[in-house]
């Protein structure tokens, strides 16, 4: 197969798997309210973006299950809602960090510190939280570049080479935001309300 359509976007590829997840480390650490901007805490959007995760999970699954069909169409359409989806998960992400103290994991009493006693109570819980918590964020970045590299391939008409990374890509995003619903149900009773 011919491989110089794919080539034309791999700089593209490489500036937004870079790109992305720096730009939204950067803006993870800036608080809008603490720089003295008077915003609302966007305390709303984590069920939102929760949601949207789960919705991008099912996507995920309906997309493999219609190209194992043949149903080439529905499997492009479905792809194309699953990453606006996961770009609309990532504004509503880092808009809510943007505005809103983070939450720790067991803090009952909301103060932002997690006391001896507090961290006595979610016990092992905490770990169980922390070990999904970072994988999730690691395979959220690493999954960039393959989901990207996968849907260039796709409209590159490189189908051969489209299905060989999708066995990559597809676990991984579905993990990702599987992991990304999870965080939220295990987090959701610590916010502040």
């Known amino acids: 197969m011919d491989q110089s359509a794919e080539k034309k976007y791999n700089k593209w590829i490489v500036v937004l798997s870079v790109a992305i997840p720096l730009v939204v480390a950067l803006l993870f ?62 504004g509503m992400y880092v808009a809510y960090h943007m505005t809103s103290d983070s939450t720790v994991f067991g803090d009952a009493d909301h103060n932002g510190v997690l006391d001896a006693e507090e961290a ?22 690493v999954i ?10 796709a409209i590159s008409n490189n189908f051969e080479r489209h299905k060989k990374i999708a066995k990559i890509t597809f676990p991984m995003w579905l993990y990702v935001a599987i992991t990304g619903v999870i965080v939220y149900m295990m987090i959701s009773p610590y916010y502040a309300h």
């Open 29 to 90: 650490g800036v608080n809008l309210r603490k720089l003295g901007y008077d915003v609302q805490p966007l305390s709303f959007l984590p069920p939102i973006y929760a949601t949207i995760n789960g919705i991008t999970a099912i996507l995920l699954i309906a997309a493999v299950w219609a190209i194992k069909n043949g149903k080439r169409a529905l499997h492009e359409r479905l792809i194309k809602i699953a990453i606006a989806c996961s770009v609309a998960f990532l």
């Open 120 to 141: 006595l109570v979610v016990g092992k819980a905490r770990l169980l939280y922390l070990v999904i918590l970072l994988t999730h964020i690691a395979l959220s970045v």
């Open 144 to 153: 960039i570049p393959f989901v990207l590299i996968t849907y260039v391939r």
